[in-house]
């Protein structure tokens, strides 16, 4: 296919896309698949968790898991693409649909921080790394209210796109270092959560 026809009729900018420019992340998840386990065993053995506590803890360390783990198969995929780019498109489409998963999780998991937090993690509209992500996941949940809406360009053939540098959409871009910055501090969440310190004055069992 020609870049037109690649740009208009598969997704805006596939032309362009030469590389995985979502880096390698496998280093901080070293433990990834591990931490609702052992936020479990540490529950039930170890430390006292109050309920609401543990049911937001148990959502944060899945949906982080569930986020990571996507971010490494889109990862997986985008490079199967990139090995015939144009002609590979089913790869391509299973690389964006698994980012979109990792984003949707990965906001899940900064949900569950912040009612753990009662802290507010970023302002409306500050242009953050985080209210970007929230902008991109969203709309993933919701493009068709928005194109009801008249929300979205009309030329569009997909409401997010992968490019080199970032995920974008018509508004909005989440850079892949901004992305990578985010799950690693999410698996440095998780590595505390998971592993809760036992109060000092805890009485010994």
Same mark, same amino acid.
């Given at each position: 296919m020609t870049a037109y026809s690649l740009d208009k009729f598969v997704a805006p900018r596939l032309s362009e896309l030469t590389c995985v420019g979502a880096p390698d992340i496998g280093?901080?998840?070293?433990?990834?698949?591990?931490?609702v386990n052992a936020f479990i065993l540490n529950s039930m053995l170890r430390v006292k968790i109050e309920d609401r506590y543990r049911m937001l803890s148990i959502q944060?360390?899945?949906?982080?898991?569930?986020?990571?783990?996507?971010?490494?198969?889109?990862?997986?995929?985008?490079?199967?693409?990139?090995i015939d780019p144009g002609r590979a498109v089913s790869a391509y489409f299973h690389a964006l649909r698994h980012f979109e998963t990792s984003l949707i999780l990965a906001?899940?998991?900064?949900?569950? #921080?912040r009612y753990m937090v009662q802290e507010r993690l970023f !302002?409306?509209? $500050?242009? /953050?790394?985080?209210?970007?992500l929230n902008r991109l996941q969203n709309l993933t949940k919701h493009v068709c209210q928005e194109l009801e809406r008249g929300d979205l360009p009309k030329d569009l053939? #997909?409401?997010?796109?992968l490019t080199d540098?970032?995920? !974008?959409?018509? $508004?909005? /871009?989440?850079?892949?270092?901004?992305?990578?910055?985010?799950l690693r501090e999410l698996a440095k969440?998780?590595?505390?959560?998971?592993?809760?310190?036992?109060?000092?004055?805890?009485d010994p069992a």
């Open positions: 280093q901080c998840s070293q433990h990834c698949g591990g931490w944060l360390l899945r949906k982080t898991e569930g986020a990571l783990q996507e971010y490494h198969e889109a990862r997986d995929h985008l490079a199967k693409y990139l906001y899940q998991a900064y949900e569950a #921080l !302002e409306q509209d $500050d242009d /953050s790394p985080l209210q970007r053939s #997909l409401p997010t796109w540098t970032a995920i !974008e959409c018509h $508004d909005s /871009s989440l850079p892949w270092s901004e992305f990578a910055e985010l969440v998780a590595d505390v959560v998971a592993n809760p310190t036992i109060p000092e004055d805890a």
